[in-house]
């Protein structure tokens, strides 16, 4: 009986013995300690002489006390928390392409036959959209991605997708089929209000993040099927449920030894991968026995009862293996076997169906390891590949959010964060900061004369001369069209103007040569000094941005300092 439950049946006991020995008056106190009472005799003659009843309602009343409910509701919770942010991902990506560009997602569903609006980056797009929508319903039909343009659809459809009070009739859009392995069960929409406004590569870097997201779409919904048809291998999913993108990879390699510790009997755990210098595998991992081999070392697959489950790509279980396999090493020949493990078990990691290195479980005895163990390897090991897999993904992501896609230099938005995290360093520790401003003068005219795949190489080449000119720990970012930043760190505004003149100079040199096409170029700066001009990011983008203005009004081809 609990604390609580204790005073309640003192207390009840103390009014009984009262309402014994004082007079018998019938006022308002008498009679409400009398049903007070007679209540609680009633629910104490219920609790003891019918407990399951308390029991039962508990339970109605608190589903969630049931702890595999619980788990179920975190696992799905999980799974619905990575879906949420590979969305958000996926749309953040897409933006930092062109911060012009508003993106909708939408999913479709058969049941209410309606395209189902999952994350947007603007309001504009509409939650429910029918299922014979043109503008989503055409990557089901035709299977691949659509760009449309005003003129081509009807109000009526414009208008049932997105909700914009007047159409100029300048607007277009990308649509992009979103799948699940090969089933399309949604669709992609990126809307612009001017189709002048779409860069000749959107649609390509665009396309990447599409595949990014059908392949985390893909994973997730392998990883559900996993939660729900292997809730007996909870250490082993701890693993992937746990696991954090953001997180070293040294403390994910940590979790799957000591998943392996507790799962397992063995003498010597490794874990190895594919070289990216050769085609040796080399070892990551390692536990139990440390006299053979220390984390670090290659060996090559081949002849290898280690790298067979690579070679083959499938699992492999032996005890006394040397007896199947009398001329193969543990390693290679270049390791001597003097401790020699009977037993192994070893299940491949893979990236796409191919094997990209190997999981192994070795025990000195010659006893084959049970059914069951060989069953909770290759499952460890499928969750490692798909945690590898997002590991991946989540790299791309990161790399592709934060970079132009045609220049590779940081895009607007980055090289903005990056700057104003440089502006409160230099605050703190009074150090100086330049920044440039660079615009290729007349590249319009680039453009509409050699077309926009020459103005593209002309872009690419332009931001080699700007990269290869500046310190490592300079940031160069593409800030917009023809227009590039360069934050120069820790330098005064007087050491920064010797730079801009060798990279207008080199440029003025260059002549740019493709597909027969032969043009020279030049370009205009204009620079500001951080604390001399401004001491905020507003301040100074203004001045370095109204200085390069200025030299473009004076005939281009130079370096202006802001005022």
């Given at each position: 009986?609990?604390?609580?439950?204790?005073?309640?049946?003192?207390?009840?006991?103390?009014?009984?013995?009262?309402?014994?020995f004082?007079?018998?008056?019938?006022?308002a106190?008498?009679?409400?300690?009398?049903?007070?009472?007679?209540?609680?005799?009633?629910?104490?003659?219920?609790?003891?002489a019918?407990?399951?009843?308390?029991?039962?309602?508990?339970?109605?009343?608190?589903?969630n006390?049931?702890?595999?409910?619980?788990?179920?509701?975190?696992?799905?919770s999980?799974?619905?928390?990575?879906?949420?942010?590979?969305?958000?991902?996926?749309?953040?990506?897409?933006?930092?392409?062109?911060?012009?560009?508003?993106?909708?997602?939408?999913?479709?569903?058969?049941?209410?036959?309606?395209?189902?609006?999952?994350?947007?980056s603007?309001?504009?797009?509409n939650?429910?959209?029918?299922?014979?929508?043109?503008?989503?319903?055409?990557?089901?039909?035709?299977?691949?991605?659509?760009?449309?343009?005003?003129?081509?659809?009807?109000?009526?459809?414009?208008?049932?997708?997105?909700?914009?009070?007047?159409?100029?009739?300048?607007?277009?859009?990308?649509?992009?089929?979103?799948?699940?392995?090969?089933?399309?069960?949604?669709?992609?929409f990126?809307?612009?209000?001017?189709?002048?406004?779409?860069?000749s590569?959107?649609?390509l870097?665009?396309?990447?993040?599409?595949d990014?997201?059908?392949?985390?779409?893909?994973?997730?919904?392998?990883?559900e099927?996993?939660?729900?048809?292997?809730?007996?291998?909870n250490?082993?999913?701890?693993?992937?449920?746990?696991?954090?993108?953001?997180?070293?990879s040294d403390?994910?390699?940590?979790?799957v030894?000591?998943?392996?510790?507790?799962?397992f009997?063995?003498?010597?755990?490794?874990?190895?991968?594919?070289?990216?210098?050769?085609?040796?595998l080399?070892?990551?991992?390692?536990?139990?026995?440390?006299?053979?081999?220390?984390?670090?070392?290659?060996?090559?697959?081949?002849?290898?009862?280690?790298?067979?489950?690579?070679?083959?790509?499938?699992?492999?279980h032996?005890?006394?293996?040397?007896?199947?396999?009398?001329?193969?090493h543990?390693?290679?020949?270049?390791?001597?076997?003097?401790a020699?493990?009977?037993?192994?078990?070893?299940?491949?990691?893979?990236s796409?169906?191919?094997?990209?290195?190997?999981?192994?479980i070795?025990?000195?005895?010659?006893?084959?390891?049970?059914?069951?163990?060989?069953?909770l390897?290759?499952?460890?090991?499928e969750?490692?590949?798909k945690?590898?897999?997002w590991?991946?993904?989540?790299?791309?992501?990161?790399?592709?959010?934060?970079?132009d896609?045609?220049?590779?230099l940081l895009?607007?938005?980055?090289?903005?964060?990056?700057?104003?995290?440089?502006?409160?360093?230099?605050?703190?520790?009074?150090?100086?900061?330049?920044?440039?401003?660079?615009?290729?003068?007349?590249?319009?005219?680039?453009?509409?004369?050699?077309?926009?795949?020459y103005?593209?190489?002309?872009?690419?080449?332009?931001?080699?001369i700007?990269?290869?000119?500046?310190?490592s720990?300079?940031?160069?970012?593409?800030?917009?069209?023809?227009?590039?930043?360069?934050?120069?760190?820790n330098?005064?505004?007087?050491?920064?103007?010797?730079?801009?003149?060798?990279?207008?100079?080199?440029?003025?040199?260059?002549t740019?040569?493709?597909?027969?096409?032969?043009?020279?170029?030049?370009?205009?700066?204009?620079?500001?000094g951080?604390?001399?001009?401004?001491?905020?990011?507003e301040?100074?983008?203004?001045?370095?941005?109204?200085?390069?203005?200025?030299?473009?009004?004076?005939?281009?081809?130079?370096?202006?300092?802001?005022?």
């Amino acid at each position: 009986m609990s604390f609580y439950k204790q005073i309640a049946v003192i207390v009840l006991f103390f009014i009984i013995q009262l309402l014994f020995f004082i007079p018998h008056y019938n006022n308002a106190l008498m009679i409400a300690l009398k049903g007070f009472s007679t209540g609680g005799l009633i629910l104490l003659m219920i609790s003891y002489a019918f407990p399951e009843l308390i029991a039962i309602k508990k339970n109605k009343d608190n589903p969630n006390d049931n702890p595999n409910i619980l788990k179920d509701i975190k696992d799905y919770s999980l799974i619905d928390n990575r879906y949420l942010t590979l969305l958000e991902n996926i749309k953040d990506g897409i933006l930092s392409v062109n911060k012009d560009y508003a993106c909708g997602i939408y999913i479709a569903d058969r049941t209410s036959k309606i395209f189902d609006l999952k994350s947007s980056s603007e309001d504009i797009f509409n939650s429910n959209v029918e299922l014979n929508n043109p503008l989503l319903r055409s990557v089901f039909d035709e299977k691949k991605s659509k760009v449309f343009n005003f003129k081509d659809i009807n109000l009526e459809n414009w208008n049932q997708l997105i909700n914009i009070k007047k159409w100029r009739g300048s607007e277009s859009a990308f649509c992009f089929p979103i799948k699940n392995n090969k089933n399309i069960i949604g669709s992609l929409f990126v809307f612009i209000e001017h189709f002048s406004n779409i860069n000749s590569s959107d649609k390509l870097i665009i396309q990447n993040f599409v595949d990014i997201l059908n392949q985390g779409i893909l994973d997730i919904d392998v990883s559900e099927i996993q939660v729900l048809t292997n809730k007996n291998s909870n250490l082993i999913q701890s693993i992937f449920n746990e696991f954090d993108p953001e997180s070293n990879s040294d403390n994910f390699f940590k979790s799957v030894k000591n998943a392996c510790r507790s799962i397992f009997k063995y003498d010597k755990l490794t874990i190895s991968f594919k070289s990216n210098e050769s085609e040796d595998l080399k070892v990551v991992l390692t536990d139990g026995f440390d006299e053979d081999i220390d984390e670090g070392f290659s060996f090559n697959p081949n002849n290898s009862i280690l790298g067979l489950s690579f070679v083959d790509n499938k699992s492999v279980h032996y005890d006394d293996w040397k007896n199947n396999f009398p001329e193969m090493h543990r390693f290679d020949d270049s390791l001597d076997d003097s401790a020699y493990f009977s037993t192994v078990m070893s299940s491949p990691l893979r990236s796409a169906g191919k094997s990209i290195g190997s999981i192994t479980i070795e025990r000195l005895e010659s006893k084959l390891f049970s059914s069951n163990d060989v069953d909770l390897l290759n499952l460890l090991a499928e969750n490692v590949s798909k945690i590898l897999g997002w590991i991946d993904i989540h790299r791309q992501l990161n790399r592709s959010a934060s970079r132009d896609g045609l220049t590779g230099l940081l895009n607007h938005k980055t090289f903005l964060n990056r700057f104003a995290k440089e502006i409160d360093r230099s605050s703190r520790f009074g150090d100086n900061l330049g920044l440039i401003f660079f615009d290729i003068d007349k590249f319009k005219s680039v453009n509409d004369t050699y077309g926009h795949l020459y103005g593209d190489y002309v872009l690419e080449e332009v931001s080699k001369i700007i990269s290869e000119n500046v310190r490592s720990i300079d940031i160069v970012g593409r800030y917009g069209g023809e227009e590039f930043s360069v934050l120069l760190i820790n330098t005064d505004i007087n050491e920064c103007k010797p730079l801009a003149e060798k990279i207008v100079d080199k440029i003025a040199k260059k002549t740019f040569l493709r597909d027969g096409i032969a043009v020279n170029l030049t370009i205009s700066a204009g620079m500001s000094g951080y604390p001399l001009h401004s001491d905020n990011l507003e301040g100074l983008i203004e001045k370095a941005d109204k200085a390069m203005y200025s030299t473009k009004g004076k005939g281009g081809n130079g370096v202006g300092i802001a005022e």
